[in-house]
């Protein structure tokens, strides 16, 4: 569904105020505050009101809207180009691996829990699945009891239309559902009072999946309640459990309850074919940020765990491995302690050198070729490994990878705040490519846009080209620059031919001057292949290395953010990593599906959004806490978002920011340097190792992450920290300390690049809204100033909003709060109910627009919203703007109201307005100059126009600007709610 506020030629906007005729509401009164005149009650009705208008204004009447959808993922996958490949060097990406995950002595014990199948009357293991031959009386297995909220599911098929039940039930055979397969071709499911329904129909000879959610809470209600999902299509929707008895259901007014389930058993009139049973279950902790724990219970694959032993010899079978591409990740406490094995045949030619580029063995691994370990990994770097000497040419070879296992311990870091309680967090092997190139090699190629001079017709691109040699070469390395996305042309833009002549190695830079360039924009993504070859004396191609790139600058001139000369904004949000469904969680926190990573990218793009913080961690106080996925990068270039890239060196808070690892933070930025979408270099997200120390601290902080970063990378900003106010400084040119004394900070503190932000939440947390009105205070007014520098909110808002709930019932993040909640009391007045959670996201929403816009009329050069999509602590974080299961909530909607380009609102935070009080409509705008019409009309609180006010040929000046408009007094008379709506045209 799309919000009717998506304008490009034209722009509205809303706000909700309330009129008073007492003259205690003159003035700019606070939503709860020193200046509030609303009690609690009082508020809470303005949220309900505001909430109603909301989903009109915005299109959303059931707060159900999925903003993101699978078909729109599948298209903008489908759109999205491979990288560029050499037409000299013989590369070859490595697809389809053989996997297997593995931990010590599984093969025989694996053994062992298949036998007890070949005592079992009726039921044989097939070729890797479990096959029952006609059973009257049920097949039971016996887990640990359940007494919470759990799933269970499994594969089933059976050769025709005949009765099979599956039932979950306790020990005594109390059944809490039966669900399965109808003689009549149709699934079923039971529910109250063994009340049977029939529902969709099944295929014979198929593989259907079951999926049953079990809640066993009694939530609102005494009575237990679960979802059945057959084929992912929801078939049962969070119905009452079956029952036991008659006597049963009297003693409990109708209904029975059940404590606890501890047995899934299947019965079957004629033969079913079963595979893949799964059980997880959830249990209650008492701690805020991990509200519950998972542990796998059930887990039936019915086949052998092959044999580990020789495995890395091109002799031994791995025909029971699984097949899958990379990048691949393994984890989760159900795979606690197995490594990760993986296998590739590679055919290959003749060759002088040969390289295995890899991603990572993230936290580190083996590497063999034909039975020889080539190397020992113990950290997350790309890797260009020469493996020439172990290759076989003109032969079949075998490249095997061993990734360890991850477990956080004390040792390595503590468990991140918003975590799921899974200490096995994902592993994975990255992408891997094969070159077999001459002697005489290019090594690596980088390239930047330098600043724009003052012909916007020309651009000039900054190429590093590195080659290698045994020995003496001469040549020539020609460069070359293609359009390649989304218009692809064999037509050079530019191209350059350097003479070359070195011994061992040489690092050649040059400079393109590219005629009529089309710039990157996150609006107009576009792209160039670079191609860069090496020619020996006599002219031949012996190598080439190509990648793509995009023609932008970026820099801040003016103290703007600037993406190619011209003053923008970085509006978008922060994702932690933390993507369902909850069994995925702990792998795809690392390793996500390039589903998801398009799924984020494009629920950024929908909401007028042109930013992704990359904020993915999982622990803490250790040197590798983040991550350097590149296909986040490489979507990112096409689909056109600009990223704040953090790299694996990162960290997320502590005591010591000696933690980051300097030492390879190069080595990841040049993985992704040359992809456009990159705009920001985040050394860290708020530290605590400052304050009460001496200057120095800060100074030798800001100076180690300033000689890291920009001799690798001049042409990008550099944010030391995403919370600056954590170190000493305590204003833009550091002459003074956070408590007001003279000092002279570092000079890398103000060096070029190095760029300014916060984590600024005035309406978040506890806050009341005098915290609002009084924005800013003296050091962000400073920063906001600077002639120099830009600033960010690199995470904002802090405000809570719980889900609808009636989309989640069955989840297990069904009605939980987070230790979230209190923050109500200081911002409304009170915890609002799990019942008012309507009411919940209209504060978020409405104290959001208030606090941007007031931001924004402030100058701030972007937002980045605390988070894009549900997930943090356990799947129950209230925080983001898109609850756990991808549908939007009211603040979705705000983001993107505020982040249109031109919007209009009220020139203050005033909330309650007294019969004195005007309003002072303000134009904010970001862009090229335009002259516009603003209509401002009042209604009330049933929608009827009281009031319409024009202001004509208003001039918006090129750049980022905020023009406020002659006051008026609103000609309401009556007390009570009333909407005002602002359209510009």
Same mark, same amino acid.
């Not at 902790?285 to 052998?304: A, G, M, W």
């Not at 000497?389 to 956080?408: D, R």
């Not at 494009?602 to 996925?629: F, Q, T």
């Given at each position: 569904?799309?919000?009717?506020?998506?304008?490009?030629?034209?722009?509205?906007?809303?706000?909700?105020?309330?009129?008073?005729?007492?003259?205690?509401?003159?003035?700019?009164?606070?939503?709860?505050?020193?200046?509030?005149?609303?009690?609690?009650?009082?508020?809470? #009705?303005?949220?309900?009101?505001?909430?109603?208008?909301?989903?009109?204004?915005?299109?959303?009447?059931?707060?159900?809207?999925?903003?993101?959808?699978?078909?729109?993922?599948?298209?903008?996958?489908?759109?999205?180009?491979? #990288?560029?490949?050499?037409?000299?060097?013989?590369?070859?990406?490595?697809?389809?691996?053989?996997?297997?995950?593995?931990?010590?002595?599984?093969?025989?014990?694996?053994?062992?829990?298949?036998?007890?199948?070949?005592?079992?009357?009726?039921?044989?293991?097939?070729?890797?699945?479990?096959?029952?031959?006609?059973?009257?009386?049920?097949?039971?297995?016996?887990?640990?009891?359940?007494?919470?909220?759990?799933?269970?599911?499994?594969?089933?098929?059976?050769?025709?239309?005949?009765?099979?039940?599956?039932?979950?039930?306790?020990?005594?055979?109390?059944?809490?559902?039966?669900?399965?397969?109808?003689?009549?071709?149709?699934?079923?499911?039971?529910?109250?009072?063994?009340?049977?329904?029939?529902?969709?129909?099944?295929?014979?000879?198929?593989?259907?999946?079951?999926?049953?959610?079990?809640?066993?809470?009694?939530?609102?209600?005494?009575?237990?309640?679960?979802?059945?999902?057959?084929?992912?299509?929801?078939?049962?929707?969070?119905?009452?459990?079956?029952?036991?008895?008659?006597?049963?259901?009297?003693?409990?007014?109708?209904?029975?309850?059940?404590?606890?389930?501890?047995?899934?058993?299947?019965?079957?009139?004629?033969?079913?074919?079963?595979?893949?049973?799964?059980?997880?279950?959830?249990?209650?902790?008492?701690?805020?940020?991990?509200?519950?724990?998972?542990?796998?219970?059930?887990?039936?694959?019915?086949?052998?765990?092959?044999?580990?032993?020789?495995?890395?010899?091109?002799?031994?079978?791995?025909?029971?491995?699984?097949?899958?591409?990379?990048?691949?990740?393994?984890?989760?406490?159900?795979?606690?302690?197995?490594?990760?094995?993986?296998?590739?045949?590679?055919?290959?030619?003749?060759?002088?050198?040969?390289?295995?580029?890899?991603?990572?063995?993230?936290?580190?691994?083996?590497?063999?070729?034909?039975?020889?370990?080539?190397?020992?990994?113990?950290?997350?770097?790309?890797?260009?490994?020469?493996?020439?000497?172990?290759?076989?040419?003109?032969?079949?070879?075998?490249?095997?990878?061993?990734?360890?296992?991850?477990?956080?311990?004390?040792?390595?870091?503590?468990?991140?705040?918003?975590?799921?309680?899974?200490?096995?967090?994902?592993?994975?092997?990255?992408?891997?490519?094969?070159?077999?190139?001459?002697?005489?090699?290019?090594?690596?190629?980088?390239?930047?846009?330098?600043?724009?001079?003052?012909?916007?017709?020309?651009?000039?691109?900054?190429?590093?080209?590195?080659?290698?040699?045994?020995?003496?070469?001469?040549?020539?390395?020609?460069?070359?620059?293609?359009?390649? +996305?989304?218009?692809?042309?064999?037509?050079?833009?530019?191209?350059?031919?350097?003479?070359?002549?070195?011994?061992?190695?040489?690092?050649?830079?040059?400079?393109?001057?590219?005629?009529?360039?089309?710039?990157?924009?996150?609006?107009?993504?576009?792209?160039?292949?670079?191609?860069?070859?090496?020619?020996?004396?006599?002219?031949? #191609?012996?190598?080439?290395?190509?990648?793509?790139?995009?023609?932008?600058?970026?820099?801040?001139?003016?103290?703007?953010?600037?993406?190619?000369?011209?003053?923008?904004?970085?509006?978008?949000?922060?994702?932690?990593?933390?993507?369902?469904?909850?069994?995925?969680?702990?792998?795809?926190?690392?390793?996500?599906?390039?589903?998801?990573? #398009?799924?984020?990218?494009?629920?950024?793009?929908?909401?007028?959004?042109?930013?992704?913080?990359?904020?993915?961690?999982?622990?803490?106080?250790?040197?590798?806490?983040?991550?350097?996925?590149?296909?986040?990068?490489?979507?990112?270039?096409?689909?056109?978002?600009?990223?704040?890239?953090?790299?694996?060196?990162?960290?997320?808070?502590?005591?010591?920011?000696?933690?980051?690892?300097?030492?390879?933070?190069?080595?990841?930025?040049?993985?992704?340097?040359?992809?456009?979408?990159?705009?920001?270099?985040?050394?860290?997200?708020?530290?605590?190792?400052?304050?009460?120390?001496?200057?120095?601290?800060?100074?030798?902080?800001?100076?180690?992450?300033?000689?890291?970063?920009?001799?690798?990378?001049?042409?990008?900003?550099?944010?030391?920290?995403?919370?600056?106010?954590?170190?000493?400084?305590?204003?833009?040119?550091?002459?003074?300390?956070?408590?007001?004394?003279?000092?002279?900070?570092?000079?890398?503190?103000?060096?070029?690049?190095?760029?300014?932000?916060?984590?600024?939440?005035?309406?978040? +947390?506890?806050?009341?809204?005098?915290?609002?009105?009084?924005?800013?205070?003296?050091?962000?007014?400073?920063?906001?100033?600077?002639?120099?520098?830009?600033?960010?909110?690199?995470?904002?808002?802090?405000?809570?909003?719980?889900?609808?709930?009636?989309?989640?019932?069955?989840?297990?993040?069904?009605?939980?709060?987070?230790?979230?909640?209190?923050?109500?009391?200081?911002?409304?007045?009170?915890?609002?109910?799990?019942?008012?959670?309507?009411?919940?996201?209209?504060?978020?929403?409405?104290?959001?627009?208030?606090?941007?816009?007031?931001?924004?009329?402030?100058?701030?050069?972007?937002?980045?919203?605390?988070?894009?999509?549900?997930?943090?602590?356990?799947?129950? +974080?209230?925080?983001?703007?898109?609850?756990?299961?991808?549908?939007?909530?009211?603040?979705?909607?705000?983001?993107?109201?505020?982040?249109?380009?031109?919007?209009?609102?009220?020139?203050?935070?005033?909330?309650?307005?007294?019969?004195?009080?005007?309003?002072?409509?303000?134009?904010?705008?970001?862009?090229?100059?335009?002259?516009?019409?603003?209509?401002?009309?009042?209604?009330?609180?049933?929608?009827?126009?009281?009031?319409?006010?024009?202001?004509?040929?208003?001039?918006?000046?090129?750049?980022?600007?905020?023009?406020?408009?002659?006051?008026?007094?609103?000609?309401?008379?009556?007390?009570?709610?009333?909407?005002?709506?602002?359209?510009?045209?």
């Amino acid at each position: 569904m799309a919000s009717s506020l998506a304008f490009s030629q034209s722009s509205r906007s809303f706000e909700l105020r309330y009129f008073s005729p007492d003259k205690a509401a003159n003035g700019e009164t606070d939503f709860k505050g020193k200046t509030a005149v609303f009690s609690t009650d009082q508020r809470v #009705a303005f949220l309900k009101q505001y909430a109603d208008l909301a989903r009109q204004q915005f299109d959303d009447p059931q707060l159900d809207t999925q903003v993101v959808t699978d078909a729109e993922v599948t298209e903008a996958l489908n759109r999205v180009k491979a #990288a560029p490949r050499p037409q000299v060097r013989q590369h070859q990406p490595l697809t389809d691996w053989k996997y297997l995950g593995y931990r010590a002595g599984q093969h025989n014990e694996r053994r062992q829990e298949l036998a007890r199948w070949n005592q079992t009357k009726g039921a044989a293991l097939a070729d890797g699945y479990l096959r029952l031959d006609g059973r009257p009386e049920l097949l039971t297995w016996r887990f640990a009891s359940q007494a919470w909220r759990f799933t269970v599911s499994w594969q089933a098929k059976v050769p025709r239309q005949q009765e099979v039940q599956f039932q979950l039930s306790d020990r005594t055979r109390v059944p809490a559902a039966t669900v399965g397969f109808g003689a009549d071709g149709r699934l079923f499911y039971t529910t109250a009072r063994h009340q049977r329904v029939d529902t969709l129909s099944y295929a014979p000879d198929r593989w259907h999946h079951f999926r049953v959610e079990v809640d066993l809470s009694g939530g609102e209600t005494t009575v237990g309640r679960y979802n059945l999902y057959v084929d992912d299509r929801l078939v049962a929707d969070y119905v009452p459990l079956e029952r036991a008895s008659t006597e049963r259901l009297a003693y409990n007014k109708g209904f029975s309850t059940i404590g606890q389930v501890n047995t899934f058993a299947v019965q079957s009139a004629g033969v079913v074919e079963l595979d893949d049973l799964l059980g997880i279950g959830y249990a209650l902790t008492d701690r805020d940020h991990y509200p519950y724990v998972p542990e796998t219970f059930l887990d039936e694959i019915f086949q052998e765990k092959p044999d580990i032993a020789h495995w890395t010899d091109l002799t031994y079978d791995d025909r029971q491995w699984e097949a899958g591409q990379l990048p691949l990740g393994h984890g989760s406490e159900r795979f606690a302690e197995e490594d990760l094995y993986l296998r590739k045949k590679v055919e290959v030619g003749s060759f002088d050198r040969a390289f295995l580029n890899i991603e990572t063995l993230d936290p580190g691994g083996e590497v063999w070729v034909n039975g020889q370990r080539v190397a020992v990994i113990d950290n997350r770097y790309p890797n260009r490994l020469d493996i020439g000497t172990f290759l076989m040419p003109n032969q079949t070879n075998q490249i095997a990878i061993k990734v360890n296992h991850f477990m956080l311990t004390e040792a390595v870091g503590e468990l991140m705040p918003h975590s799921l309680l899974d200490l096995s967090i994902g592993w994975l092997a990255g992408r891997m490519s094969l070159d077999l190139v001459s002697a005489a090699h290019i090594e690596s190629a980088y390239a930047h846009t330098l600043p724009l001079t003052g012909k916007a017709d020309v651009a000039r691109l900054k190429t590093q080209v590195n080659l290698r040699h045994g020995g003496v070469f001469r040549g020539r390395a020609d460069i070359a620059l293609f359009p390649w +996305y989304p218009i692809e042309s064999d037509k050079a833009a530019a191209m350059l031919s350097l003479p070359v002549n070195f011994t061992d190695s040489l690092t050649l830079t040059s400079v393109l001057a590219v005629n009529n360039p089309t710039l990157w924009t996150a609006e107009n993504p576009s792209l160039y292949r670079v191609q860069v070859t090496l020619r020996d004396s006599k002219g031949k #191609a012996i190598d080439d290395h190509t990648f793509a790139t995009g023609l932008r600058t970026i820099d801040q001139q003016g103290g703007h953010f600037r993406l190619n000369g011209q003053v923008s904004m970085l509006n978008g949000a922060q994702i932690m990593g933390f993507r369902g469904p909850l069994e995925k969680m702990a792998v795809w926190q690392r390793c996500p599906p390039i589903e998801w990573i #398009a799924r984020e990218l494009l629920m950024v793009k929908k909401m007028n959004g042109n930013l992704l913080r990359i904020h993915v961690h999982a622990w803490e106080n250790s040197n590798s806490e983040g991550i350097n996925d590149p296909r986040i990068a490489e979507l990112a270039d096409q689909l056109g978002v600009m990223l704040v890239w953090i790299t694996p060196s990162w960290i997320r808070t502590g005591t010591d920011w000696r933690q980051i690892d300097f030492a390879g933070m190069p080595r990841y930025m040049r993985q992704v340097m040359n992809h456009p979408s990159i705009v920001v270099w985040e050394a860290s997200n708020h530290p605590q190792s400052f304050k009460g120390k001496p200057v120095s601290e800060s100074d030798a902080f800001t100076e180690t992450i300033y000689n890291t970063v920009y001799p690798v990378d001049s042409s990008r900003l550099i944010s030391l920290s995403s919370y600056l106010f954590h170190l000493h400084y305590g204003n833009d040119v550091g002459t003074i300390d956070y408590k007001g004394n003279p000092i002279k900070a570092s000079w890398a503190y103000t060096a070029p690049m190095v760029t300014r932000g916060n984590q600024d939440s005035p309406t978040g +947390y506890t806050k009341d809204w005098s915290e609002l009105r009084r924005w800013p205070d003296a050091y962000r007014q400073d920063l906001l100033n600077s002639p120099e520098r830009a600033y960010f909110d690199f995470e904002h808002e802090e405000s809570m909003a719980q889900p609808n709930w009636e989309l989640l019932r069955g989840k297990t993040y069904y009605r939980v709060h987070s230790y979230e909640w209190p923050y109500d009391v200081g911002t409304i007045g009170r915890k609002l109910t799990l019942d008012e959670w309507a009411e919940s996201q209209a504060w978020q929403a409405f104290s959001a627009w208030e606090a941007m816009k007031k931001m924004r009329s402030l100058d701030y050069d972007g937002f980045s919203w605390c988070t894009l999509h549900g997930g943090p602590n356990s799947g129950t +974080y209230m925080k983001p703007i898109i609850d756990v299961e991808g549908h939007a909530k009211l603040a979705y909607w705000v983001n993107k109201m505020v982040f249109q380009p031109t919007v209009a609102g009220s020139g203050n935070v005033d909330v309650v307005y007294g019969p004195d009080d005007t309003l002072t409509p303000v134009v904010m705008h970001y862009g090229p100059g335009r002259r516009v019409t603003l209509t401002v009309t009042i209604q009330d609180e049933i929608g009827k126009t009281i009031e319409e006010k024009k202001f004509d040929n208003i001039k918006l000046a090129t750049g980022r600007n905020a023009v406020s408009l002659p006051a008026f007094r609103p000609a309401w008379d009556k007390e009570g709610h009333y909407r005002i709506l602002y359209q510009i045209e």
